[in-house]
């Protein structure tokens, strides 16, 4: 059987460290990448690069989404049919103060529907300045997290 060297020994450990420390820095690139939306959301529609519009808020992007977002946009610029008609369409408070502040009233939020979650599910859009449901808001956000995080939102 052949043996292998100290010399040898030492650049097969040097080497396995050097492919373990890239394997970890494209993993933590990879997380930061998809941070604006958390993990379980499926990727359905990503804009290009150049057509992406900057950020008004100071909060990421939204650049991955779940395909349901689209059809929530949808919902909501038609004034419903709402997932949950008592709910959908009522202020957000905006507690936990992750959004740019705002007078009370001015953010209001809406159901994304979730297949993979029990209803109503985690998913939620948040838009502010609509004069009126229906109306077209000034701006938009998604949580994928229920409030935990937000990305803003270019439907």
């Not at 008592?86 to 979730?114: C, I």
Request: aromatic share 8%; net charge neutral; proline share 9%.
């Amino acid at each position: 059987m052949n043996r292998l060297t100290a010399r040898q020994r030492m650049l097969l450990v040097v080497g396995i460290a050097a492919l373990v420390l890239v394997a970890l820095i494209l993993l933590l690139q990879n997380r930061q990448v998809d941070s604006a939306v958390r993990p379980g959301t499926a990727t359905a529609s990503r804009a290009p690069a150049s057509a992406t519009p900057a950020s008004v808020s100071g909060l990421p992007l939204c650049t991955v989404l779940p395909v349901e977002v689209t059809e929530a946009v949808t919902v909501v610029r038609a004034n419903g049919p709402y997932l949950r008609p008592r709910d959908d369409g009522d202020t957000f408070g905006n507690r936990e103060r992750l959004l740019p502040a705002k007078p009370n009233g001015y953010y209001r939020e809406y159901t994304v529907e979730a297949p993979d979650e029990q209803f109503p599910g985690p998913r939620r859009l948040v838009t502010g300045g609509q004069a009126k449901l229906g109306a077209e808001p000034e701006i938009w956000y998604y949580t994928a997290d229920h409030y935990e995080s937000f990305c803003e939102l270019h439907p």
